[in-house]
C-alpha cells in the first residue's frame, strides 16, 4: 500500500494521485521540454509525411510532363509521316502510271509508229523480247530519216505525254548513213512494266 504521503523530490505520491511540485523556474524548462516534445511529435506526424507526399507528388508531375512532351513528340512524329505518307502514296499513283502495262504494250507500240510518223521517219520493230523477269519488255526498232528526224524521234519517245511511259529506255544506238540525206539507226527500246 502507498503511504497517504511520500515525498520524493519534487514528486509527491497522495492516494493515488502523483503530485508534481516544481519551483517556477523548474516549471518553465518543464513547459519548454513539452513543448519541444509536442513540437517534435507534430513534426514527424505531420511535417514528415506531408514533405514525403509533396514529393511523390512532384516527382508524378514531372514524370506527367516528361510523357506529355513523350506524347507531344510522337504527334508531331505521326503528323509528318502522315504528310510523307501522302507524298509518298501520290509519288507512288503517279509511278503506277508511268509503267507499262502489258495489257498496253499495243497501244505503246501504235504511240511509236504514230511518233514515227509524225517525225517523218520510216519506223519497224524488228524483235520484242520480254525479260525472264517480267520487269521490262525490250523492243529492237529500226529507224530511218534524215537525222534531225531522227533526234525529233528520240526526244518524242522521251517526251512521251499520253499515256505516260516515263520508263523508256534506249540503248545500243547505230546510226549508218543511207543516202546524202537519209540515215538508219537501230537500237533498242526498254519498257518497264508493271
Do not use: H
Not at 44 to 49: K, N
Not at 58 to 79: Q, R, S
Not at 117 to 134: D, L, Y
Amino acid at each position: 500500500m502507498i503511504p497517504s504521503k511520500l515525498a520524493l523530490g519534487f514528486v509527491v505520491f497522495k492516494e493515488r494521485k502523483i503530485i508534481i511540485k516544481l519551483n517556477p523556474k523548474q516549471k518553465f524548462y518543464f513547459s519548454i521540454v513539452i513543448v519541444f516534445v509536442i513540437l517534435a511529435l507534430i513534426v514527424f506526424a505531420v511535417i514528415f509525411p506531408l514533405i514525403g507526399k509533396i514529393r511523390t507528388s512532384a516527382n508524378n508531375y514531372l514524370e506527367g510532363k516528361k510523357t506529355l512532351l513523350v506524347l507531344e513528340a510522337n504527334i508531331k512524329d505521326v503528323k509528318s509521316l502522315e504528310k510523307k505518307y501522302q507524298e509518298v502514296k501520290d509519288t507512288f499513283a503517279k509511278l503506277e502510271t508511268a509503267f507499262l502495262d502489258p495489257a498496253e504494250t499495243l497501244g505503246f507500240i501504235t504511240s511509236l509508229e504514230k511518233l514515227a510518223e509524225e517525225t517523218g521517219n520510216s519506223f519497224a520493230i524488228e524483235k520484242v523480247n520480254i525479260a525472264s523477269e517480267g520487269k521490262f519488255i525490250n523492243f529492237q526498232v529500226s529507224l530511218s530519216g534524215d537525222f534531225s528526224s531522227l533526234v525529233n524521234f528520240l526526244i518524242g519517245l522521251e517526251n512521251t505525254p499520253y499515256p505516260p511511259y516515263r520508263l523508256v529506255g534506249v540503248e545500243n544506238i547505230d546510226i549508218r548513213k543511207i543516202s546524202d540525206v537519209n540515215v538508219g539507226a537501230n537500237f533498242n527500246v526498254a519498257v518497264y512494266t508493271k
